[in-house]
């Protein structure tokens, strides 16, 4: 008579009905449960699905105007020069820019302070980091590494935070869901393509300032970087050459044209001749 073998009552067990039974009930059970991502630790420890849907469908919003904005080319971001993105550049007040957008990095910084992955991200505070990222995936650019003969995020300056170690280890696991670099919530706007310089006149007072402008904004938006020269800047009527300007269109629809490049050819400063623009105090005592 021969003996069972081991296998043979594995292959006995695997195949009974109370075996095949247990698995589905226990299937059925991972399936009735809410995933990892769905929920979130609330303060009292419990886990609050409903607030996790309100957030995330607060974020699709967010994404969906902002693909709005760049299909219909509708501006709902506030433009920044890149000499106010280089002012920024401190672990409590921390700025870059990469791919043509501007992200407020200080709660990232204030979050990881200590941390030695940090170092990349302050090193470059108040830069532009476009030579990280992928123009098309916009994601982090990848490289074969040549010691693992796999593809690994490429860090110029550094492994930094979010980035997972060239070689897993046991205990390592990802901090968070979303890495900073594909969290919308950092992004405080767009970065200027091309920066301009005016002359503004006041007539009523004879005060002249220079200001450095984004050439993308309209007027409106140059007359709030005007503000912090002079508090009244709204109870201004804007002319350039006697004509009242639109306020809602740029510079560039204005028909004050951008001139530096001829400057340039011509080997003439450019801020010798910069465009002027005139305001004319407007007595409306409801602006105040």
Known sequence: MAVPSSNDNLV???????????????NDHINEQPSDIDLELTSSGSFDKTEIDDKNSEDDTYLTNKKKEEKNNVVTFRYFTPREVSEHNTYDDLWVSWLGYVY????????????????????????????????????????????????????????YVHIPPPIPYANWKPSVKIPWWEDDKYCIGKLSQKTRKIRIVNTLTKDEHIIEVCSEESLNAIQDRYLKLNAHAR??????????????KTLEENNIKDESKQFEMLGMDEDEWLPVIHIYFNDDLSIA
């Open 12 to 26: 006995e067990v695997l195949s009974s009905d109370s075996f095949v039974d247990e698995i589905r009930k226990i």
């Open 235 to 248: 109870g201004y009527i804007w002319k350039r050459l006697g004509n009242l300007l639109d306020m809602n």
């Open 104 to 159: 407020d990095l200080t709660p990232l910084a204030l979050e990881y302070r200590g941390d030695i992955l940090l170092n990349p991200i302050i090193k470059n505070a108040g830069k532009d980091i476009s030579h990280w990222f992928d123009k098309t995936t916009r994601n982090i650019k990848m490289h074969m590494n040549p010691k693992l003969g796999c593809m690994y995020p490429y860090t110029p300056d550094g492994r």
